[in-house]
């Protein structure tokens, strides 16, 4: 059974921005893109480069969906899934992330 890690609280993360958290020793971005309590997870890692770095990336829309763009080479990534705009084979993992009492929390 799965269950719910605290991260950090949802006000330690800027509107239009990303963090870095680990959930065991992967490293994940989590990002909040209004100024509501929404979050998205995916990993930080950019398969094109093996870079930690998404979670450093711009957050823009395109199409009614939000995605992220690498700060290297600026593929995107979108936040639902994780699924890379520029080429479906490098798409990356997504993590259930919500929020809690003010927590955001990843789901272990």
């Not at 719910?4 to 800027?14: D, T």
């Not at 450093?56 to 009614?64: D, F, M, S, T, V």
Request: net charge neutral.
């Amino acid at each position: 059974m799965s269950q719910w890690v605290n991260i950090c609280n949802i006000e330690a993360i800027l509107p239009a921005t990303g963090v870095c958290a680990l959930l065991g020793n992967r490293q994940v971005a989590i990002f909040r893109p209004y100024r509501d309590e929404r979050v998205f997870a995916i990993s930080n890692v950019d398969p094109f480069f093996e870079s930690s770095v998404l979670s450093r990336g711009l957050i823009a829309e395109h199409n009614g969906e939000l995605w992220v763009a690498s700060p290297l080479k600026k593929q995107r990534f979108r936040l639902s899934d994780g699924l890379c705009m520029e080429d479906a084979s490098r798409s990356i993992a997504h993590f259930d992330v919500r929020v809690k009492d003010g927590q955001v929390q990843l789901k272990a």
